[in-house]
Nanobody, 123 residues
């Protein structure tokens, strides 16, 4: 499966931004989807995930209540709605996919990766 993330940019703290990730090449609903991020000089973080059906979601504590993951299987797209972002959310954001036969959506061992989209949050 090929993944193309988009929607990054500059946003003010307290604003909102929606990232999108379009999938192609395989049946989208065969995959759990996740969002990760990596800030300069820091390790990659597993932020959020959604099961193949969209019925279940996972969030890292630091984004719980502010970020929302969703998917539209008819459009082969997963989203990350970022509300009330903070300067510490500045990072390159990556979408990722894992076959639903590869284990739990909330386990961070994802196999396929998009190219990343930069989000910069100004104070």
């Amino acid at each position: 499966v090929q993944l193309q993330a988009s929607g990054g940019g500059l946003v003010q703290a307290g604003g909102s931004l929606r990232l999108s990730c379009a999938a192609s090449g395989r049946t989208f609903s065969d995959y759990h989807m996740g969002w990760f991020r990596q800030a300069p000089g820091k390790d990659r973080e597993f932020l959020a995930a959604i099961s193949w059906s969209g019925s279940y979601t996972y969030y890292r504590d630091s984004v719980k209540g502010r970020f929302t993951i969703s998917r539209d299987n008819a459009k082969n797209t997963v989203y990350l709605q970022m509300n009330s972002p903070k300067p510490e959310d500045t990072a390159v954001y990556y979408c990722a996919a894992k076959g639903r036969d590869r284990g739990s959506y909330y386990s961070p061992d994802y196999d396929y990766w998009g190219q990343g989209t930069l989000v910069t949050v100004s104070s």
